[in-house]
């Protein structure tokens, strides 16, 4: 006699898998997706750098410059590092020609202090105006004696403004005095301030013009004119 099996209704149809009941969400996220690519018309990378970058971005800082502001002095209050007033410069080039010449006034921009410093520019302030030399008049008498490199032999006043107020104020245009406290030159260095604003050792006490004129910029950009102000009234 064959053997008759019968199978109850529930068990003659094929179970359903486990993960059935999760697909009509699934297909519903993807469909959202979709539809949303769809009306954008972008692509699925450009959706998800979309949704990264959505927020807006914050704006930029800014500073008003304010009366015996310099630019090391702006990075110290906004960045506390005054060695990062480079930044500052170059990103307000368009405005600040010259890095020791502030304007009061002005607005400057304060991007975000970067991991590296910028290099500071090559030149920090307008060339001095040339020194006219004196004409020379030889005398039937006695012929005109040489001087030395390093001894006086004229007056300089500066090329306006700032520097020439401190120039008349400390050596009358005198470019080699030296003071009995031993500060040197038209703008009267200590020994140890002229090496510090990149003068020469060497030549402190005989420095050329030029040479004393850089100083000093460097000096006006690294701490502004309180280096002379309070003492010269300029």
């Given at each position: 006699m064959a053997a008759v099996v019968c199978l109850a209704p529930q068990a003659q149809a094929d179970p359903a898998p486990a993960h059935a009941a999760a697909q009509p969400a699934a297909v519903t996220q993807a469909a959202t997706v979709a539809d949303a690519l769809s009306r954008s018309g972008m692509s699925p990378a450009e959706l998800f750098?979309?949704?990264r970058t959505g927020a807006p971005a914050a704006p930029a800082a800014s500073y008003t410059v304010r009366s015996g502001d310099s630019l090391s002095k702006i990075a110290e209050k906004v960045y506390h590092k005054q060695g990062a007033w480079p930044v500052l410069y170059w990103a307000n080039r368009a405005k600040v020609h010259w890095a020791n010449v502030l304007g009061e006034g002005q607005v400057l921009k304060v991007p975000a202090l970067p991991a590296k410093i910028p290099a500071a520019p090559s030149q920090l302030g307008?060339?001095?105006?040339?020194?006219a030399a004196a004409p020379v008049q030889a005398t039937a008498s006695a012929p005109a004696q040489a001087?030395?490199?390093g001894s006086y032999s004229g007056?300089?006043?500066?090329?306006?403004g700032f520097a020439s107020c401190v120039i008349a104020r400390e050596s009358g245009g005198n470019s080699q005095v030296m003071n009995s406290s031993g500060h040197y030159g038209l703008y009267q260095f200590s020994s140890s301030?002229?090496?510090?604003?990149g003068g020469s050792s060497a030549d402190f006490g005989h420095a050329s013009v030029s040479e004393q004129n850089r100083v000093f910029n460097n000096a006006m950009a690294q701490g502004g004119q309180s280096n002379?102000?309070?003492y010269d009234g300029c």
């Open positions: 750098s979309a949704l307008p060339a001095p105006a040339p020194v001087t030395s490199s007056s300089y006043s500066g090329g306006g301030t002229w090496a510090a604003y002379w102000s309070p």
